[in-house]
């Protein structure tokens, strides 16, 4: 099992970005996905997931409510993070990784794809 997040990048505060996570080497429907991000010198948190199949169930850390939306494309074996009205405390590296079930908790996750950065300038 393969996951790949991509999308992230440099942008000033209140932009927008979309961040990507493909996978390979599993039935993607199968799998529940989170996204988590991890700032310098703090600890890695939850930040959205999405149930398996059709994604009809999705949880959002407080910090990013209404700003972030996660989705999925069974079709293309992509998850999907829109990250609008970004702001400085948004910076971290993202990581994706996939479950059995939907889940908050990071150690149920089985499988992790490499981080992408994140930066936002005030």
């Known amino acids: 099992v393969q996951l790949q997040a991509s999308g992230g990048g440099l942008l000033q505060a209140g932009g927008s970005l979309r961040l990507s996570c493909a996978a390979s080497?599993?039935?993607?429907?199968?799998?529940?996905i989170g996204w988590f991000r991890q700032a310098p010198g703090k600890e890695r948190e939850g930040v959205a997931c999405i149930s398996r199949n059709g994604g009809g169930v999705a949880h959002y850390a407080d910090s990013v409510q209404g700003r972030f939306t996660i989705s999925r494309d069974n079709a293309k074996n992509t998850g999907y993070l829109q990250m609008d009205r970004l702001k400085p405390e948004d910076t971290a590296v993202y990581y994706c990784?996939?479950?059995?079930?939907?889940?908050?908790?990071?150690?149920?996750?089985?499988?992790w794809g490499q981080g992408t950065l994140v930066t936002v300038s005030s």
């Open positions: 990784a996939a479950a059995r079930s939907i889940t908050r908790s990071s150690s149920n996750y089985d499988h």
């Open positions: 080497g599993v039935t993607f429907r199968d799998y529940a």
